[in-house]
Nanobody
Framework: QVQLVESGGGLVQAGGSLRLSCVGSGSIFSINAMGWYRQAPGKQRELVATITNGASTNYADSVKGRYTISRDNAKTTVYLQMDNLKPEDTAIYFC???????????????WGQGTQVTVSS
């Protein structure tokens, strides 16, 4: 089992920045990747970005050039730096960790509880 706790969400004006953090614990040695997903009201949860143990990253087209995913050296914490935020970025952001196969397919994964990000126009 892996436990994930997100933090860093909040309210920001369009054009502003936020940095999300997700701390993993438990059987964190069993994972090979961590990532961020988001779910806006009335929409399906979607991939935002992932990062593997080898530091390979993958981003949704909608956030490329604005968001940066990174991990600490111990590979227990994943960050999401969000710059030039837009109102359409408003969503609950979820951390995900597990065994990633391919770009967006997880053989096994765990989710955090989510953190709200609200971008005002």
């Amino acid at each position: 089992q892996v436990q994930l706790v997100e933090s860093g969400g909040g309210l920001v004006q369009a054009g502003g920045s936020l940095r999300l953090s997700c701390v993993g614990s438990g059987s964190i040695f069993s994972i090979n990747a961590m990532g961020w997903y988001r779910q806006a009201p009335g929409k399906q949860r979607e991939l935002v970005a992932t990062i593997t143990n080898g530091a390979s990253t993958n981003y949704a087209d909608s956030v490329k050039g604005r968001y940066t995913i990174s991990r600490d050296n111990a590979k227990t914490t994943v960050y999401l730096q969000m710059d030039n935020l837009k109102p359409e970025d408003t969503a609950i952001y979820f951390c995900r960790a597990g065994r990633l196969i391919g770009l967006a397919l997880w053989a096994q994964s765990w989710w955090g509880q989510g953190t709200q990000v609200t971008v005002s126009s």
